[in-house]
């Protein structure tokens, strides 16, 4: 059974437009992550959340919201969307960080996002 | 901040060939030092980590070693096959934070 699923795998959208993509988790963890990749490049850390009702900016949080409803469950918003924006996103989920003691983040299966 | 270059963009091989794949870092921590695989359509996946304390990492065939002294780290396989095509992605864990820092991939191809 995948412990992170992502929906929808995949998504066309309008410039301007609003744009919601989900992320479930099934590992019981407490640490939630979005990332975005683009072709030729290494996942770059959009936003997380270590508990319900909170999020935390990452490297890259512009033009992009996140909400954690759950400890379940992760969205990240798209308000205005942009050519930018198109890339695949990346949701993962870990039991936390633990400093020394890397706790792995397992990797949903990805969402491409198309903006026209 | 934290820092990953991986130069290798693409390397092509041949089953039973060696692999070898090579990222430098940067960084003000104590750093865990790690290699992600994604197959296509798939999310990354863990496929090594190693830490200042033990110096390298084995599985499924594969070897990761670091460099202190050149803050480099390594990936090699002595003989791949196709199954091993993949993306391979070198990441920094920041041990204060959690947080991980991606190189850009390295895309292997395997062919029989």
């Known amino acids: 059974e995948a412990a992170v699923t992502q929906s929808p795998r995949s998504k066309v959208a309008v410039t301007g437009g609003k744009v919601t993509l989900s992320c479930h988790q099934t590992?019981?963890?407490?640490?939630m992550y979005w990332y975005r990749q683009d072709t030729g490049h290494g996942l770059r850390l959009i936003h997380y959340?270590?508990?319900?009702?909170?999020?935390e900016k990452g490297d890259i949080p512009d033009g992009y919201k996140a909400s954690r409803p759950s400890q379940e469950n992760f969205s990240l918003i798209l308000e205005l969307a942009s050519l930018s924006q198109t890339a695949v996103y990346f949701c993962a989920s870990s039991d936390g960080d633990r400093g020394s003691n890397y706790a792995e983040q397992f990797f949903g299966p990805g969402t491409r996002l198309t903006v026209l | 901040g934290d820092s990953v270059t991986q130069k290798q963009g693409q390397v092509t091989l041949s089953e039973d060939d060696f692999l070898f794949i090579n990222c430098t870092y940067s960084t003000t921590t104590y750093p865990t030092l790690l290699w992600y695989v994604q197959y296509l359509g798939q999310g990354p996946q863990l496929l090594l980590k190693?830490?200042?304390?033990?110096n390298k990492g084995i599985s499924r065939g594969f070897e990761a070693t670091y460099d202190k002294g050149t803050t480099s780290f390594h990936l090699q396989k002595a003989s791949v096959q196709e199954s091993d095509s993949a993306v391979y992605f070198c990441a920094l864990a920041n041990t204060n934070t959690g947080k991980l820092t991606f190189g850009d991939g390295t895309v292997l191809t395997v062919k029989p």
């Open positions: 190693v830490t200042t304390a033990n």
């Open positions: 590992n019981n963890h407490d640490y």
């Open positions: 959340s270590y508990v319900a009702d909170s999020t």
